[in-house]
């Protein structure tokens, strides 16, 4: 069945870097692009960042833009978002989610398969 397992969470101080994995499996991969998503407590979700299919065309938010960065590995099935000059309100729970979309979606409806999500916290 699909599985996405996303990896990497954790506690780090402002200014700190994380980088989180997402493996996945049960589906063909690289036929999907790939999205990292958060979600603070109270707070809808919300798109961070995407990439295509190639991995030749990533997306950001404005709120990372210039601090994330998103890649993938087709040979491992994996995909990575590289979190550098974390700020408190980096603080959500993170999401991988695949989409068969011809674009970089923002939004969750455009993904078919979701991770359970990992936490990061980063104190001030």
């Known amino acids: 069945q699909v599985q996405l397992v996303e990896s990497g969470g954790g506690l780090v101080q402002a200014g700190g870097s994380l980088t989180l994995s997402c493996a996945a499996s049960?589906?063909?991969?690289?036929?999907?692009?790939m999205g990292w998503f958060r979600q603070a407590p109270k707070k809808e979700r919300e798109f961070v960042a995407g990439?295509?299919?190639?991995?030749?065309?990533?997306r950001f938010s404005d709120s990372v833009k210039g601090r994330f960065t998103i890649s993938r590995d087709n040979a491992k099935n994996t995909v990575y978002l590289q979190m550098n000059s974390l700020k408190p309100e980096d603080t959500a729970v993170y999401y991988c989610a695949a989409s068969n979309a011809l674009v970089i979606r923002t939004t969750p409806a455009s993904y078919a398969y979701w991770g359970q999500g990992t936490q990061v916290t980063v104190s001030s």
């Open positions: 990439i295509m299919r190639s991995g030749a065309t990533t």
């Open positions: 049960g589906f063909t991969f690289s036929n999907y692009n």
